[in-house]
């Protein structure tokens, strides 16, 4: 199953991940951290646990708001092609 046979909430869904992730690289190298700090954050939750369970939120929140705008966006379209 490819990208073009996906439904656009899960494209909607991948995009605003792809999105969320590249922007935390942006962050930890503006703020001189580097890869090797930002991928101890993501995998062992850095000094405080808590903080891995913040990311995990903010990929599950991100996720569920580029499936409803890809939710959305399929409807207008499929709506327009009708």
Known sequence: MGWKDWPYWLKGGVIFEILLII??????????EGLAILFLLIFFGGENPWEMFTFLGFLILYFILGAII???YG??????SQ
């Open 23 to 32: 922007g935390l690289f942006l962050i930890a190298f503006i703020k001189g």
């Open 75 to 80: 409807k207008i379209r499929n709506r327009n």
């Open 70 to 72: 890809g939710w959305i």
